[in-house]
């Protein structure tokens, strides 16, 4: 077989933790979008997609290996925030938890030698790095900024930040 058995699982959960990103980043759009911040809403309802984007990377090369998938159950995302600032930490302690998931699966592909998973496994090392540089990005603006996530003009230039940030993508 192309990939190997004690990968099979992991990769079968991996699917399973990037759609639960997607439907925590979905909740994080609807947070903000309930509250009028169109800026934060465009900003993560862009990351729904990239996440899916991510479980299918992951799907289509279980099928190209011919490795059978088993879904898991998706967990439901936390839906209550205090603030824009809560749910930019959130996001970026999130990401550094998916960082750490590729991490040992990665580690996992070279132990075992298992060649073309750790190649594929390239991809999402380098993805993982763009999100952090990103999300870190974001929390060092708004520790630079003083944000505080109260209403007023701080909380509208973060808004507007994160509706530049999604532009640009
Ligand atoms: Fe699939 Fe945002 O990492």
């Known amino acids: 077989p192309m990939i190997h058995a004690d990968l099979v699982q992991p990769l079968s959960h991996q699917i399973t933790n990037e759609a639960y990103a997607s439907q925590l980043y979905l909740q994080m759009c609807l947070w903000a979008e309930d509250r009028g911040m169109p800026g934060a809403s465009a900003f993560f ?13 992951l799907v289509d090369y279980m099928i190209e290996a011919g490795a059978p998938i088993k879904l898991q159950a998706v967990p439901a995302p936390e ?36 060649f073309n ?34 209403p007023g003009d701080a909380l509208v230039n973060l808004d507007r930040y994160l509706q530049q940030l999604a532009s640009a993508k």
Request: glycine share 4%; net charge negative.
């Open 45 to 57: 309802r862009a990351h729904v997609s990239e996440e899916m984007a991510h479980r299918d990377r």
């Open 79 to 114: 839906a209550e925030y205090d603030s824009l600032v809560a749910i930019v930490k959130g996001a970026y302690e999130h990401e550094q938890k998916v960082t750490q998931q590729i991490d040992d699966l990665t580690s996992l592909a070279l132990e075992r030698r298992d």
């Open 117 to 150: 998973t750790f190649n594929m496994l390239q991809w999402f090392v380098a993805e993982q790095r763009e999100e952090i540089v990103l999300f870190r990005g974001i929390v060092d603006y708004m520790n630079l900024a003083g944000f505080t996530g109260a």
